[in-house]
């Protein structure tokens, strides 16, 4: 059984930084699309950034260049390392592994429960 555990959100003010972790990560070779995702207030859920077994990465616009994704397959760990935060960034922020990507994201796999971010202006 597959459980995702994301911690590291919180409040912080524009321009400041967060780094979420998800720990949980399946070390097998079948999960290897993992991501982040974010779900505003109002809005749909959206990937953000995402990782696969080529440690290829994906960006979404919004966050390119700001955001950097990273696995630790040691630690069976994924995290998302936030700079320069926005208010528009304030979401809850929810980690992904799958079997498959599309678009470079992981589809029809595992959810953690999601972490808090809010970035105040």
């Known amino acids: 059984q597959v459980q995702l555990v994301e911690s590291g959100g919180g409040s912080v003010q524009a321009g400041g930084s967060l780094r979420l972790s998800c720990a949980g990560i399946?070390?097998?070779?079948?999960?290897?699309?993992l991501g982040w995702f974010r779900q505003a207030p109002g809005k749909g859920r959206e990937g953000v950034a995402a990782?696969?077994?080529?440690?290829?990465?994906t960006y979404s616009d919004s966050v390119k260049g700001r955001f950097t994704i990273a696995r630790d397959n040691g630690n069976n760990t994924l995290y998302l390392q936030m700079e320069t935060l926005k208010p528009e960034d304030t979401a809850i922020y929810y980690c992904?592994?799958?079997?498959?990507?599309?678009?470079?994201?992981?589809?029809?796999?595992?959810w953690g429960q999601g972490t808090q971010v809010t970035v105040s202006s």
């Open positions: 990782i696969d077994s080529r440690h290829i990465t």
């Open positions: 399946p070390y097998t070779s079948f999960h290897y699309c």
């Open positions: 992904a592994a799958a079997r498959t990507c599309s678009d470079g994201y992981p589809v029809n796999g595992y």
